[in-house]
């Protein structure tokens, strides 16, 4: 057995043989660290890598050969900068009722690309503006956060803990829902990098796992020495972790958990607070 460019075990069959570098580190990917991601989240991660080649050439020969499946679909992909909120063990406990208006704020403007929301022109939260949903939503411009309901504007004050870091940025025109090339794993894939393709039994999800890949793709994990495990590899090698596993653990050679990573859907305060409990033995992110 030998260790690959991604810190988990790969057999050499015949098999992997006819398989040529760019396509391994695809299928690994899409095996071992996201159930799926669209063309260009692929060639970023390759360009990182410095792996040449172009990623949509090489995508299409791998559908046609039955290694990943390929779908056009009508989805937002948010393009990541930093955490929204970073925290570890030494430190106050974030703010939760902050954290889950900024991930309902940042929720409800996806894919609207409405001009009266409370985006810069630089894709960032503005401070100096409350951020309620625009007009055209059909939502309730307040979110619940447990049993309270939480109508703060997500602005900067100056009572948050230094646990609570800056709002994502996120591009509103990489944002909006478009269609986009979609791909994820065929279980054969799974069976020659021995990781999971899980991503079909979950669609519904697809937003929130190309948001996951989003995150992978912005924090860059194999440019270090941590192993980045997707969150069906965490099910099957952590086989304690039974409830809120986590989108993604960083670990070392040895499995020691390094940090938690998670993806923000429109989580509530109870939610984050809950996630919280679970894993505060852990350094942890939520982008």
């Given at each position: 057995?030998?260790?690959?460019?991604?810190?988990?075990?790969?057999?050499?069959?015949?098999?992997?043989?006819?398989?040529?570098?760019?396509?391994?580190?695809?299928?690994?990917?899409?095996?071992?660290?996201?159930?799926?991601?669209?063309?260009?989240?692929?060639?970023?991660?390759?360009?990182?890598?410095?792996?040449?080649?172009?990623?949509?050439?090489?995508?299409?020969?791998?559908?046609?050969?039955?290694?990943?499946?390929?779908?056009?679909?009508?989805?937002?992909?948010?393009?990541?900068?930093?955490?929204?909120?970073?925290?570890?063990?030494?430190?106050?406990?974030?703010?939760?009722?902050?954290?889950?208006?900024?991930?309902?704020?940042?929720?409800?403007?996806?894919?609207?690309?409405?001009s009266s929301s409370c985006y810069t022109d630089h894709?960032?939260?503005?401070?100096?503006?409350?951020?309620?949903?625009?007009?055209?939503?059909?939502?309730?411009?307040?979110?619940?956060?447990?049993?309270?309901?939480?109508?703060?504007?997500?602005?900067?004050?100056?009572?948050?803990?230094?646990?609570?870091?800056?709002?994502?940025?996120?591009?509103?025109?990489?944002?909006?829902?478009?269609?986009?090339?979609?791909?994820?794993?065929?279980?054969?894939?799974?069976?020659?990098?021995?990781?999971?393709?899980?991503?079909?039994?979950?669609?519904?999800?697809?937003?929130?796992?190309?948001?996951?890949?989003?995150?992978?793709?912005?924090?860059?994990?194999?440019?270090?020495?941590?192993?980045?495990?997707?969150?069906?590899?965490?099910?099957?090698?952590?086989?304690?972790?039974?409830?809120?596993?986590?989108?993604?653990?960083?670990?070392?050679?040895?499995?020691?958990?390094?940090?938690?990573?998670?993806?923000?859907?429109?989580?509530?305060?109870?939610?984050?607070?809950?996630?919280?409990?679970?894993?505060?033995?852990?350094?942890?992110?939520?982008?």
């Open positions: 057995m030998a260790l690959n460019g991604f810190g988990h075990e790969r057999n050499h069959t015949d098999l992997s043989m006819r398989i040529t570098e760019i396509q391994l580190a695809i299928l690994e990917l899409l095996t071992w660290h996201v159930r799926a991601a669209t063309d260009s989240q692929i060639q970023q991660v390759l360009n990182d890598q410095s792996i040449p080649g172009h990623a949509s050439a090489v995508l299409r020969r791998l559908t046609k050969d039955g290694w990943i499946h390929r779908r056009r679909i009508n989805v937002a992909v948010p393009v990541l900068s930093k955490p929204l909120c970073s925290w570890s063990p030494n430190q106050s406990k974030p703010n939760f009722a902050i954290l889950a208006w900024q991930l309902f704020v940042r929720h409800t403007n996806n894919g609207r690309c409405s894709g960032e939260i503005n401070p100096r503006q409350p951020c309620h949903p625009t007009q055209s939503l059909s939502i309730s411009q307040s979110v619940r956060t447990g049993k309270a309901v939480h109508r703060e504007p997500c602005r900067f004050s100056t009572d948050q803990t230094p646990a609570l870091d800056s709002l994502t940025l996120v591009r509103r025109n990489q944002a909006c829902r478009r269609p986009r090339l979609v791909n994820w794993a065929a279980p054969k894939a799974a069976h020659l990098t021995a990781g999971v393709s899980g991503w079909g039994r979950q669609p519904l999800q697809i937003e929130h796992d190309l948001g996951t890949t989003a995150m992978y793709v912005s924090s860059r994990p194999y440019q270090s020495e941590v192993i980045w495990y997707g969150e069906d590899i965490v099910r099957r090698r952590f086989s304690g972790v039974k409830k809120k596993v986590p989108d993604a653990l960083l670990v070392d050679r040895r499995d020691n958990i390094l940090k938690v990573m998670e993806f923000g859907g429109q989580y509530s305060r109870k939610r984050l607070e809950d996630f919280h409990r679970t894993w505060q033995p852990y350094p942890w992110e939520i982008w």
